[in-house]
């Protein structure tokens, strides 16, 4: 499971530091649905970013499984996150001159696995998510909620052990948004995963095993 | 990350971005037809002025001057029958100097030096004629077509007639103005140190340093000597003409043979130093203007590659998050430049080929050393402006790509 411990995380914007997580502490456990929420610019995803290795907290410390992480050694925390962890962004961060099966592969690819074990599955995730037919679009040719979908397609394919999700449903239609909660839960249920998702409401409560609200440093309010 | 798919990636990326690739790749095809130009161009110039030193200056002439009193001849008289020539009646003589006879083995010892192209014997006397004026009879080696055309009589200078021919005796070429002033011409005979010779040519030799009034051969040239003598010494000689290998090995060359003959002065023409300075000058000029280019297309290069990178940087973040580590993306960067700057050299050098066969620089023509030398260079540099770029990517924390939309 995570645990943070006295996390703190300040930007620097326009000579200033701008506060937005201090001294927090939460544990997520393993094996279920984490659910973290709070109002616009609490530092959600700022908080699933420090969880991911993308970035470094200012003080404290993150642990994983009991292990603490090397939080500020950027090397090593993406050798800890490669094959470990995926994350779903809330603005996708697809790459954006790579169509979305290679979208997929770039996933894969790192592991050395073979082409075509490689295009086998990203086909098999994209029909999943009913997108095999513009395997070879660019992202900027679908919808906001099909590169949702591309992007779910491209964490599943890779086969992690975490997942982090920010805002998986917010920019897709009802039927969309269960069709992505069904997967996530899916890889909790069925593959033992460990899921992490942070959103303001679009996430349905009673899905999670664990809720973590943040509050109390709300920076516009 | 196997090797075939990181290539894939790499020619993937460049082709996505075909313009930045082109430009990147016309960048370095300038950089390497730079190159191929220059050293054809400059090569086409240094054998131009090696040409014009080899004209000048890179041949010179041994010599061990005498004391006029000293009688070489005495040397060789019978004991008790001294019978020197009177003073200034020393037959071996250079320059307005007696000189001494020369060490039979030095022809073969100075020919082993690798500073040296050519070396040639020569026997160069004072005669007196019976008008009781004195003239100069060089003995030559006449199947030497180096040494001896470069510094004394050849068969280029001949005005009238034909050239000494090896084997041949009692046959002499006249220096143009000997001839004149002696009344002589093609066909005529003279008497050279009581012995009859047939004048086969008249020629002029301009300036060159071992010049006389009568060329005979060597042999001819020693019998007359020997003539003189009781107990001749083998192989008389006096001087040496010498033909360095080139320009830059002429200093080599004076130095190497002065030393192998003690006590000798050298005769070279003056002005072999200057213009020997001159190329070395032009060369350095060369160097660094070749390296004023390779910096050039490097800084072009690192521009180039930094821009790209500043482009991608969201791309490179997001990979990182899909689990690619900073050894994997430098991989990839560095491929890329590598797969430009080969294919952008490769173009340039062909391009630079074909810019010399059109040059109207006289044989400027660059071979595959030139390629040799563009090719190396253009890569080292794409790879080192690529150095900076892998770096700064390798470091950043993925969020800071990931910010930028
Ligand atoms: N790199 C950054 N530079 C400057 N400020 C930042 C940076 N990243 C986050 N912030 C600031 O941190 C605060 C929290 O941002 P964050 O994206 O974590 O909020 P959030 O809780 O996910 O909001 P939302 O629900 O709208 O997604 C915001 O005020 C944001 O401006
Ligand atoms: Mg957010």
């Known amino acids: 499971m995570f645990e943070a411990r006295g996390i703190s995380k300040s930007f620097r914007v326009a000579g200033r530091d701008v506060p937005v997580l201090k001294d927090l502490h939460c544990k997520l456990p393993s094996r279920s649905v984490s659910l973290i929420t709070g109002r616009s610019g609490e530092g959600k995803s700022t908080l699933l970013s420090l969880l991911a290795g993308l970035d470094f907290p200012d003080a404290g410390e993150l642990l994983f499984q009991g292990d603490v992480m090397p939080s500020s050694a950027m090397g090593r925390m993406a050798d800890w996150r490669r094959n470990r962890v995926g994350v779903l962004f809330q603005h996708f961060n697809l790459l954006p001159s790579w169509t979305i099966l290679q979208n997929i592969e770039a996933a894969l690819i790192t592991g050395g696995m073979g082409c075509a074990e490689r295009l086998l599955r990203s086909h098999d995730w994209l029909k999943r998510v009913g997108l095999d037919h513009r395997h070879d679009h660019l992202p900027s040719q679908l919808s906001v909620g099909q590169q949702q979908l591309a992007a779910l397609a491209r964490v599943m394919a890779a086969e992690p052990q975490v997942i982090l999700a920010d805002e998986p449903c917010a920019d897709v239609d009802p039927e969309t948004g269960e069709a992505i909660q069904r997967h996530l839960l899916e890889f909790v249920r069925a593959g033992n995963g460990t899921l992490v998702v942070a959103s303001h409401g679009t996430f349905p409560q009673e899905l999670a095993d664990c809720v973590f609200q943040l509050s109390g440093h709300p920076i516009d309010s | ?405």
């Open chain 2, 1 to 405: 990350m196997r090797f075939s798919d990181l290539t894939r990636c790499a020619a993937r990326e460049l082709f996505r971005r075909r313009a930045r690739s082109a430009a990147l790749a016309a960048g370095f095809a300038l950089a390497a037809a730079g190159v191929v130009v220059f050293s054809g161009v400059w090569q086409a110039s240094r054998q131009d002025s090696d040409k014009i030193l080899a004209g000048t200056g890179t041949h010179f002439i041994t010599f061990r001057p005498a004391a006029a009193q000293d009688c070489i001849v005495a040397a060789h008289c019978p004991p008790g029958q001294m019978n020197c020539p009177p003073q200034g009646a020393h037959p071996f003589w250079f320059n307005g100097t007696p000189t001494q006879l020369l060490p039979p083995d030095l022809v073969a010892k100075v020919s082993t030096l690798s500073s040296v192209r050519d070396v040639s014997p020569c026997l160069l006397m004072r005669l007196t004629h019976r008008s009781g004026n004195p003239y100069l009879v060089a003995g030559l080696d006449a199947s030497n077509a180096t040494a001896v055309r470069t510094t004394s009589c050849a068969a280029t200078d001949i005005l009238s007639g034909e050239f000494l021919k090896p084997g041949e005796s009692h046959q002499a070429v006249l220096e143009e103005s000997y001839a004149k002033s002696q009344n002589l011409t093609t066909g005529s005979g003279i008497e050279i140190a009581g012995q009859p010779f047939r004048v086969i040519g008249v020629a002029n030799t301009g300036a060159r340093p071992a010049k006389a009034d009568v060329y005979v051969t060597l042999q001819d040239a020693r019998n007359i000597a020997y003539a003189g003598m009781y107990n001749p010494p083998a192989d008389m000689t006096n001087l040496l003409l010498v033909e360095a290998k080139d320009a830059t090995s002429h200093e080599r060359a004076m130095s190497e043979v002065k030393a192998a003959l003690a006590g000798s002065t050298i005769t070279s023409y003056n002005c072999y130093l200057p213009a020997a300075q001159v190329m070395g000058i032009n060369q350095q000029t060369g160097k660094l203007l070749l390296a004023a280019a390779g910096l050039a297309a490097f800084l072009v290069a690192l521009k180039s590659q930094w821009a790209g990178l500043i482009e991608r940087r969201r791309e490179i973040a997001i990979l990182k998050v899909l689990g690619w580590t900073p050894g994997m993306l430098a991989r990839l960067i560095f491929l890329e430049a590598l797969l430009l700057a080969l294919a952008g050299s490769v173009l340039g050098c062909v391009l630079g080929q074909a810019i010399l066969s059109f040059t109207p620089v006289h044989g400027a023509a660059a071979g595959l050393s030139a390629w040799a030398m563009a090719i190396p260079l253009v890569v080292a540099g794409a790879l080192l402006a690529a150095v900076l770029p892998v770096w700064h990517a390798a470091r950043q924390w993925p969020a800071n790509g990931l910010r930028m939309q």
